[in-house]
């Protein structure tokens, strides 16, 4: 929910990050509810990325859920859609979204697949937390894991598991101080 002049920034981050699985076969599907422009913060992705090792999202050994390595911004892709457009946005793309600066009000639905066998990695409460929300909707359940990653980075709170919002929330006071 972006409401009119107060939604508030997404910083740049890769799902992958808040959820490491055993492979990298996850999706997010945004449904934009309101017609979404730059003005109203619509979402921004950069392209390709996604093929990269996954970028840093950490300080001090900490999670800080948004990435602190530089983002080359000139790459960056405004996702401008009306009202019914549909995003299909890898888990390891970075996105980010600007401010609600208009008078218009910017909702996008969101609803995340992955593949039957890409299996939460544990990293405490985060693992288990969507467990109620979660529907096989197309084939078999997997009974092994498919793993392709040799790298899963494990986000460490520094105080308590928090929401995207509040973690960047977090480091952004962090590094006025
Ligand atoms: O809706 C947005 O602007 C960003 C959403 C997002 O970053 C996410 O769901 O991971």
Redesign the pocket.
């Known amino acids: 929910m ?1 409401p009119p002049h107060i939604g508030s920034v ?1 910083e740049w ?1 890769q ?1 992958w990050s808040y959820y490491p699985l055993t492979n990298r076969d996850s999706v ?1 599907i ?1 449904f934009y509810l309101d017609d979404a422009s730059v003005e109203n ?1 619509c ?1 921004q992705v950069i392209p390709r990325q996604h093929l990269q090792p996954l970028m840093d999202h950490t300080t001090g050994g900490f999670f800080r859920g948004k990435i602190t390595e530089k983002v080359d911004e000139s790459q960056a892709l405004p996702l401008e859609g009306k009202a019914g457009s549909v995003i299909f946005m890898h888990c390891m793309t970075p ?3 600007l401010t609600n600066t208009s008078d218009k009000s910017r909702r ?1 639905l ?1 609803l995340s697949y992955r593949a039957a066998d890409a299996y939460p990695i544990y990293c405490g409460v985060m693992s288990t937390s969507a467990d109620p929300h979660l529907r096989l909707v197309r084939g078999q359940y997997a009974t092994a894991a498919r793993v392709t990653e040799r790298h899963i980075p494990i986000p460490r709170y520094e105080t308590k598991v928090a929401s ?1 919002y509040e973690l960047q929330e977090q480091a952004r006071s962090a590094e006025k101080k």
């Open positions: 972006k997404v981050h799902d997010s945004l913060g979402l996105h980010a979204s996008t969101i995207l």
